[in-house]
């Protein structure tokens, strides 16, 4: 992303969910922003009205594979077929691999048709070990010019994001960064 641009992308990864997507979609439309959803497939198929929820709110939708595997544990033909999969319900080009990493012959085939979103600000919202405090801090320390920002709309995540996710907000708004989305 462009490092001239004050700018950030706020992406959750792992979702839809119905216990953390909802309240997400609501705190972005308080403050006017659009992200991107990193979206597992077989949440997207059980939870359709969500899949749907966040695209008629604006938002962009991704693929974080069908059932969240990692690339180095799966044979190349495999992962590959699990993202299609993922793909038949959410008919995206972009791609996030579920942990950061894949092989080479699988990014080199997923590259063909999906733009690879990867990120270089992980809340890790999702710790047990970290707080909500944690997460806003984590926000303002590595937050820069053109960050690709990851929230988690999951259930590990949610009671942090209750007040992490605003308090992040605030603070990245009050240091002038726009929020803008993957066109």
């Given at each position: 992303?462009?490092?001239?641009?004050?700018?950030?992308y706020?992406?959750?990864?792992?979702?839809?969910?119905?216990?953390?997507?909802?309240?997400?979609?609501?705190?972005?439309?308080?403050?006017?922003?659009?992200?991107?959803?990193?979206?597992?497939?077989?949440?997207?198929?059980?939870?359709?009205h969500?899949?749907?929820?966040?695209r008629?709110?604006?938002?962009?939708?991704?693929?974080?594979?069908?059932?969240?595997?990692?690339?180095?544990?799966?044979?190349?033909?495999?992962?590959?077929?699990?993202?299609?999969?993922?793909?038949?319900?959410?008919?995206?080009?972009?791609?996030?691999?579920?942990?950061?990493?894949?092989?080479?012959?699988?990014?080199?085939?997923l590259?063909?048709?999906?733009?690879?979103?990867?990120?270089?600000?992980?809340?890790?919202?999702?710790?047990?070990?970290?707080?909500?405090?944690?997460?806003?801090?984590?926000?303002?320390?590595?937050?820069?010019?053109?960050?690709?920002?990851?929230?988690?709309?999951?259930?590990?995540?949610?009671?942090?994001?209750?007040?992490?996710?605003?308090?992040?907000?605030?603070?990245?708004?009050?240091?002038?960064?726009?929020?803008?989305?993957?066109?």
């Amino acid at each position: 992303m462009d490092p001239r641009q004050k700018s950030v992308y706020l992406t959750f990864d792992d979702g839809p969910i119905p216990e953390a997507t909802p309240f997400i979609l609501d705190v972005l439309d308080r403050y006017g922003i659009k992200a991107t959803f990193f979206m597992v497939g077989d949440n997207a198929r059980k939870y359709p009205h969500l899949l749907q929820e966040v695209r008629s709110r604006g938002h962009r939708i991704g693929n974080h594979t069908f059932n969240h595997i990692g690339g180095f544990r799966w044979l190349s033909w495999k992962y590959l077929a699990n993202a299609e999969k993922a793909n038949e319900l959410l008919q995206t080009d972009l791609f996030r691999p579920p942990h950061g990493w894949m092989k080479t012959m699988q990014y080199e085939r997923l590259r063909r048709h999906y733009r690879i979103i990867m990120w270089d600000l992980v809340t890790r919202d999702y710790s047990k070990w970290m707080t909500a405090n944690d997460v806003v801090a984590n926000v303002k320390l590595y937050a820069r010019n053109g960050s690709i920002i990851t929230f988690h709309d999951s259930l590990k995540s949610i009671d942090k994001l209750k007040s992490a996710l605003p308090e992040s907000i605030e603070w990245l708004k009050s240091q002038g960064y726009e929020f803008k989305v993957f066109d």
